[in-house]
């Protein structure tokens, strides 16, 4: 059996308790055991309400963000680092409060597309503010999953080894590398090799199409990462991310620049990534189980 999570804007992008509730249901109902919810705040939702209700359900719970420019922690602005880790740590105190361990996006330099190249002086300034809030993480049981996005999405961290790098800089033992196919397929030289290169480091996985639509109508080639999770011994989670017009979020939305409607019946399309990946892993271990039997002759 795999571990397999939803991210909440499968059901609906608004926060309101019915919202909230349709969201954890239907997640429930179709098999999932994670739901990932996009930063929600506390002064709009009942964190108490929303904690009981997933351990009632027994879901688990990840939190994900993107940094917003008025909070880049890469910034030359030591106003807007300051913002930016008042964001992260109430994120952190979020995630401890829904009973949940993981934070996970972009959260090591402002989500979008940026006019220039980072410098030396941003991811530095970068490392020492995340440092800082991994440490209070720490105390709070959260780890920081620092999500690999293409170039028009960061100009900071767009491949799995440019993570490492910085992870190995933070010096933090509780940061790791949040992982999505649908940027990983822009981006890396081999998906399968960057999985097995950073196995150690992963720490939360997005399983999203090329087009973000329907898994396997794409041209994401999923049997080479099903056979890398495997193969690194994968047994956390991974998170079916998916987006259409259908579902709109105002900013996330003209981020991930979503324009085009690949779905609208959301249940069909939650109910076939549940079992495209099951299935997926599953043949993915049944190879590895053939490759590593060496069969003998007896007599
Ligand atoms: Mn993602």
């Known amino acids: 059996m795999s571990k397999i999570g939803v991210h909440s804007f499968v059901w609906s992008a608004g926060s309101s308790k019915e919202e909230l509730e349709k969201a954890l249901m239907r997640s429930h109902e179709l098999g999932f055991e994670l739901i990932e919810f996009s930063y929600l705040d506390p002064k709009q939702v009942d964190v108490k309400w929303l904690a009981s209700r997933l351990e009632e359900l027994g879901l688990k719970v990840a939190i994900s963000m993107g940094l917003p420019a008025e909070g880049d922690i890469s910034s030359g602005d030591p106003a807007v680092v300051s913002a930016g880790q008042d964001i992260l740590d109430r994120a952190v105190?979020?995630?401890?409060?829904?009973?949940?361990?993981?934070?996970?996006?972009?959260?090591?330099?402002?989500?979008?597309?940026?006019?220039?190249?980072?410098?030396?002086?941003?991811?530095?300034?970068?490392?020492?503010?995340?440092?800082?809030?991994?440490?209070?993480?720490?105390?709070?049981?959260?780890?920081?999953?620092?999500?690999?996005?293409?170039?028009?999405?960061?100009?900071?961290?767009?491949?799995?080894?440019?993570?490492?790098?910085?992870?190995?800089?933070?010096?933090?033992?509780?940061?790791?590398?949040?992982?999505?196919?649908?940027?990983?397929?822009?981006?890396?030289?081999?998906?399968?090799?960057?999985?097995?290169?950073?196995?150690?480091?992963?720490?939360?996985?997005?399983?999203?199409?090329?087009?973000?639509?329907?898994?396997?109508?794409?041209?994401?080639?999923?049997?080479?990462?099903?056979?890398?999770?495997?193969?690194?011994?994968?047994?956390?989670?991974?998170?079916?991310?998916?987006?259409?017009?259908?579902?709109?979020?105002?900013?996330l939305s003209l981020k991930t620049a979503i324009w085009r409607n690949l779905w609208s019946d959301n249940i069909a399309l939650a109910r076939h990534a549940r079992q495209f990946i099951e299935l997926g892993m599953q043949t993915a271990r049944l190879k590895a189980e053939l490759v590593g039997k060496a069969q003998l002759p007896t007599a």
């Open 93 to 251: 105190a979020l995630v401890r409060d829904l009973g949940g361990t993981k934070l996970a996006g972009i959260l090591s330099s402002a989500h979008g597309k940026q006019e220039r190249a980072l410098t030396k002086k941003d991811w530095d300034t970068s490392v020492s503010a995340l440092s800082k809030v991994a440490d209070r993480a720490n105390s709070a049981g959260v780890t920081l999953n620092l999500e690999i996005v293409n170039r028009f999405e960061s100009n900071m961290l767009n491949t799995a080894a440019q993570g490492m790098a910085y992870i190995a800089d933070t010096g933090a033992s509780n940061v790791f590398l949040h992982l999505d196919t649908f940027h990983m397929n822009i981006e890396e030289a081999d998906v399968g090799l960057a999985i097995r290169h950073a196995a150690d480091k992963i720490g939360y996985v997005h399983i999203g199409e090329s087009h973000r639509g329907f898994l396997g109508t794409g041209n994401i080639d999923f049997a080479a990462i099903f056979d890398a999770l495997v193969a690194i011994g994968w047994n956390d989670y991974v998170t079916f991310e998916s987006f259409s017009t259908t579902i709109v979020d105002k900013d």
